[in-house]
Nanobody
Framework: QVQLVESGGGLVQPGGSLRLSCAAS????????MGWYRQAPENERELVAT???????NNADSVKGRFTISRDNAKNTVYLQMNSLKPEDTAVYYC?????????????????WGQGTLVTVSS
């Protein structure tokens, strides 16, 4: 079994910063792409940022210049540094991992989602 556990969410004032972490656990050989998605009230889940095992990143236009995604392959952990936070960033942030190679599926890959962590930006 493979699990993703997010941490770092909370309440922050507009203009503030937070850093989210997501650690994958289980017997994992490699993870192709890790990323962050978010879902605000009454909105559909949307992509925030992704990063490949090689370090290539993709960021949503709404967070470019403010958020930075990174990962530590040795720790199977992905991070999201969020700066200059705005009220519209308020959402549940979900960690995602796809292209996961594990002993659970020796001839294929897994896609795994975390449970989500709430980020609230408010004064």
């Amino acid at each position: 079994q493979v699990q993703l556990v997010e941490s770092g969410g909370g309440l922050v004032q507009p203009g503030g910063s937070l850093r989210l972490s997501c650690a994958a656990s289980g017997t994992i050989f490699s993870i192709g792409t890790m990323g962050w998605y978010r879902q605000a009230p009454e909105n559909e889940r949307e992509l925030v940022a992704t990063i490949t095992s090689g370090g290539s990143t993709n960021n949503a236009d709404s967070v470019k210049g403010r958020f930075t995604i990174s990962r530590d392959n040795a720790k199977n952990t992905v991070y999201l540094q969020m700066n200059s936070l705005k009220p519209e960033d308020t959402a549940v942030y979900y960690c995602n991992a796809r292209g996961v190679r594990s002993r659970v599926v020796p001839y294929g890959t897994l896609e795994v989602w975390g449970q989500g962590t709430l980020v609230t930006v408010s004064s």
